[in-house]
């Protein structure tokens, strides 16, 4: 009987993402990818694991040589009662300094920032990943939904082409 429980349980193996980013290609060309580890507390930790959480309007920023997260909604956790979190707190985001400095130098170049990505599980913890990007104009976000509309009419007369 204790096997079925644990049968039942939901896994959540390496490489599981949570949330994702998905605006973020659409408005941004992004240059670089990186991963970083964030700080939460323990109610943000299994609210993320229920999926209530979104990084649609999220962004990083420097402050005091620190990167953090901001305007990630985290929902609150309803069996956490009077110690659960605030939903829009900004969060520190953990990476080694060479990197952190290397970011700090790149960002201050125009039209650079950084963008989270995806939210996703790694041996156990939780992580970020972050795009370092630079914003697309109007003419650059419509050629890429013509490049996108192109390839699926390609692929649907491949897949005709077949039967």
């Known amino acids: 009987m204790a096997n079925s429980n644990k049968a039942k349980r939901k896994r959540i193996t390496n490489g599981h993402v949570f949330v994702k980013n998905r605006r973020a290609s659409h408005e941004y060309h992004i240059r670089e990818r990186l991963e970083a580890g964030i700080s939460l507390v323990g109610s943000e930790v299994k609210s993320i694991r ?3 959480c979104s990084l649609a309007e999220a962004f990083c920023q420097f402050h005091q040589g620190e990167l953090f997260l901001l305007q990630a909604h985290i929902a609150e956790y309803t069996q956490a009662h009077s110690r659960n979190h605030v939903p829009l707190r900004r969060r520190k985001l953990l990476m080694h300094r060479r990197e952190l400095d290397r970011l700090q130098d790149a960002i201050q170049q125009k039209g650079m920032t950084l963008i989270p990505l995806a939210l996703y599980a790694k041996t156990g913890l939780i992580k970020l990943e972050l795009g370092l990007c630079q914003g ?8 890429t939904i013509k490049e996108r509309e192109q390839k699926r009419e390609m692929d649907r007369a491949i897949r005709e082409a077949r039967r």
Not at 136 to 143: G, N, P, S
């Open 50 to 52: 229920d999926g209530r």
């Open 136 to 143: 697309k104009q109007l003419h650059d976000k419509r050629a």
